[in-house]
């Protein structure tokens, strides 16, 4: 029997899709450490901007560390801050490589994590960013096979929501993801 030196290396599995997807800011760390993940960090804004500088963000990301950034104002439509989110989606996509060392953005509802999804695959594969992130299919998403799932994950590490909101928020991404 040949064993794989690196299958030994190798951390837990990685959680599909939906799985510790939606959690509040105050159990993000409790929720990574279930996958052996270090703590996030928190990246603040850039006082001239409003929005978290990318350098800063490829620097957690670099250092295998969940990024927690804001990204609603992204997310508001065309603009300076959406141009920065496309670049944000392909700094996470193409920076670190394995769970725990992608984005954990701050979102308010399940149709902003859609978007993050379907951004964080169009960064992944060369495809159009901002009309994923305008309109993202969630039929496909969860269409694709559990790696590529996996590999939204290493982009997308969890998504924060307003604590209160957690269980609604996975509901409504899990009944989307049926339709």
């Given at each position: 029997m040949t064993v794989s030196l690196e299958l030994l290396s190798r951390g837990p599995s990685r959680p599909d899709l939906f799985e510790d997807l939606v959690v509040s800011g105050s159990g993000l760390a409790a929720t990574l450490?279930?996958?052996?993940?270090?703590?996030?960090?928190?990246?603040?804004?850039?006082?001239?901007?409003?929005?978290?500088?990318?350098?800063?963000?490829?620097?957690?990301?670099?250092?295998?560390?969940?990024?927690v950034v804001d990204v609603a104002p992204g997310l508001a439509g065309p603009g300076p801050a959406a141009d920065?989110?496309?670049?944000?989606?392909?700094?996470?996509?193409?920076?670190?490589?394995?769970?725990?060392s992608g984005l954990a953005p701050r979102c308010t509802?399940?149709?902003?994590?859609?978007?993050?999804?379907?951004?964080?695959?169009?960064?992944?594969?060369?495809?159009?960013?901002?009309?994923?992130?305008?309109?993202?299919?969630?039929?496909?998403?969860v269409a694709l096979p559990r790696s590529a799932r996996e590999a939204i994950r290493d982009v997308v590490t969890c998504a924060v929501v307003p604590a209160g909101v957690e269980e609604e928020v996975a509901a409504d991404l899990a009944s989307a993801g049926r339709s």
């Open positions: 450490s279930r996958w052996s993940v270090p703590v996030p960090v928190d990246v603040a804004p850039d006082p001239d901007t409003g929005l978290p500088g990318l350098d800063a963000v490829a620097e957690v990301l670099a250092a295998g560390t969940a990024a920065w989110l496309v670049d944000l989606l392909a700094v996470a996509a193409h920076s670190g490589v394995g769970f725990g509802d399940a149709g902003q994590i859609w978007a993050l999804l379907a951004g964080a695959v169009a960064a992944m594969t060369g495809g159009d960013v901002r009309a994923a992130l305008a309109s993202p299919d969630p039929a496909a998403l």
